[in-house]
């Protein structure tokens, strides 16, 4: 672990209130974890702005798998190496909602801009109901 370092933070009374109840909320039990947390999140957020970071990403969907020829498909892409040479699939998981519908949530890791290229041909595949790309930079 690197060394820590010891900053100061002035807020107005009002504005740190609503921090704690913000971060009380989300089950924080110290501020200094929620800042850290936050600055993470926008240090991620703002490399993944560069097309070629590194991430990884979480691509989260929910389809009928009576829709013809989705579920081939994305059996196809998953097994698929040329998929991209600058993207892979890692792991996926599967879950049998009810008689008609799946979720399924493909994981994802290489250049952030491939993933969510990737990620949005796979949302847009005809029978998807619904679906999200979660992606962070690593
Ligand atoms: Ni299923």
Known sequence: MSELE?????????????????????????????????VRKQLSEEQLENPNAKAVAAVFLVYDHHATKLSDSLVDLQHSHTLSQLVQVISSLHVHLDEHDCLEIIVLRGQAGEIRKIGDNILSMKGVKLGRINIVAV
């Open 6 to 38: 010891r900053i100061g933070v002035s807020l107005d009374k009002e504005l740190l209130a609503q921090f704690d109840k913000l971060i009380a909320g989300q089950g924080y039990k110290i501020r200094s974890e929620a800042i850290r947390d936050l």
